[in-house]
């Protein structure tokens, strides 16, 4: 079998894995299991605490001493276990504990399908960075089919949402060790060292020397938060909708629903390229600002019928520029603005604020204001999506102050080309 073919099945079922329960969990946890707001949010926010260091623990364990696709396999199978234990509980306690341990080893063994991804692509001599996009979109599509397949399956409320994940890491614990083997290398340990500490220690805290990074550091934090908000409570949100709305397309296929954000991802990275050509970085993260509030927005003013299905619709398509262009538009600029001999590091960086401290900012706060503006079990969710889109317009104001830019059309588009 052709090898970009096998390596799309890996980013298929990788993110297959994630799509099976990431949108439809806190539909599962509120209505089967009666979790209050903040607890959904708690759980959710193991995915950013994880983030913060189980991916740089795992990648020196398939560095030094185990090779990346056996790696990338073990962790699958401890999490089959995970999820099929995930099935038996039902109090808060040990639903949060497994949970952790699940995110504990899926959270880096996306950074390992890249890892592996990159490392067959270089033995077979394949460029990278031409081959690996149209490797890495068919992740995007398994998201979106297990979404829609627990959509059409109705098991937002199931716990078969775990088993049809786990199943998917069943396969890729096996199906990692058909993949070309890779080696492991133990570099000198002085250079070990100093790489290490280069990259996550000290010397990296010279990075914030330049405060226009510094600044854009912090507000990655602020624009992290919200990045999550929609996958915890999308899915309750629309599923709260058949109180008034029984029988509408909307709650009978909310997952189905909220997918078609996901969808409009694959659309709006192709933008990317041309909008930091002509704008910079700046203008591209305050349309990705403005493009959150009016995701909330639409939320907020969005129901099930008529011009209201509309607003909702809306809300999905708007979401591929809302993510897309702070994600990897601010890759894309902390490439730019570091050193070359510090990019790593800055790279680790972003991925903390945005992946880690970001979004457990975001899934506690998310759910005490989830929780304030219950009312007699009945959430009030215009005011709640209200209240997150006025914090995103909260952050681009603060972000077009404070974020000093001017953009230099050839130096930001050279860069991108390169």
Known sequence: MNIKVRLSILNFFEFFVWGSWLISAGVYMSSTLAFTGIQIGAVYATMGITSLFMPTIVGVIADRWIPVEKLFGYCHWLIVGLLLLLTQVQSFSYFYAIMFLVNCFYMPSISLNYSVSYAV??????????????????????????????????????????????????????????????????????????????????????????????????????????????NIWGVPFLNDFALNYPDSFAVRHSVFLLSLSQISETIFILAIPFFYKKYGIKIVILISMIAWVFRFGFFGIGNPEGMGLGFLIASMIIYGMAFDFFNISGSLYVEEETPENMRSSAQGIFAMTTGGLGPILGAYSSGYIVDFFTKNSLKEWPTIWFVFAGYALVIAVAFAIFFKYKHNFKQDFKHIKH
């Open 121 to 230: 692509l270089s033995k077979m001599n394949l460029d990278i960075i031409k081959n690996f996009p149209s490797i890495r979109v068919w992740g995007t599509i398994g998201f979106i089919v297990a979404a829609w397949a627990i959509d059409l399956l109705d098991w937002s409320t199931s716990k078969n949402q775990f088993i049809l994940s786990a199943s998917a890491s069943a396969f890729l614990g096996i199906y990692a060790f058909t993949l070309p083997k890779s080696k492991v290398s133990i570099p000198d340990n002085t250079i070990e060292s100093k790489s290490f500490w280069q990259r996550f220690g000290s010397e990296a805290l010279s990075i914030f020397k330049n405060r226009r990074l510094f600044i854009f550091f912090i507000f990655s934090i602020f624009m992290g938060s919200v990045l999550q908000i929609t």
